[in-house]
Nanobody
């Protein structure tokens, strides 16, 4: 049974940093691509970053490119999202997702499993 558990959210001031974690069980990163999405109140879930199982390629939304980094710790079976230079518009619930696909990772429809989410709030 696949389980994804996010942690690391919180309240920080603009310009600060946070590192989100997604602890995965019941799957292998050699066969699942992993992604981070976020959803603000009243908005649709939007893509943030992803890393594919096929070659470990990384993908980022334009709005976070250069500020966020997705990475995997294979020894801990955990995916991280390092977020720097945070802005108030980054405020959202952040979700970790797992997909058996190696491409098309910017669409939430391509993901098969989701975590429960972790709240990130950036104050101005």
């Amino acid at each position: 049974q696949v389980q994804l558990v996010e942690s690391g959210g919180g309240l920080v001031q603009a310009g600060g940093s946070l590192r989100l974690s997604c602890a995965a069980s019941g799957l292998s990163f050699s066969t699942y691509s992993m992604g981070w999405f976020r959803q603000a109140p009243g908005k649709e879930r939007e893509f943030v970053a992803a890393i594919s199982w096929s070659g470990g390629r990384t993908y980022y939304a334009d709005s976070v490119k250069g500020r966020f980094t997705i990475s995997i710790d294979y020894t801990r079976n955990t995916v991280y999202l390092q977020m720097n230079s945070l802005k108030p518009e980054d405020t959202a619930v952040y979700y970790c997702g797992a997909s058996v696909l190696g491409g098309g990772l910017m669409s939430p429809d391509k993901y098969h499993y989701w975590g429960q989410g972790t709240q990130v709030t950036i104050s101005s």
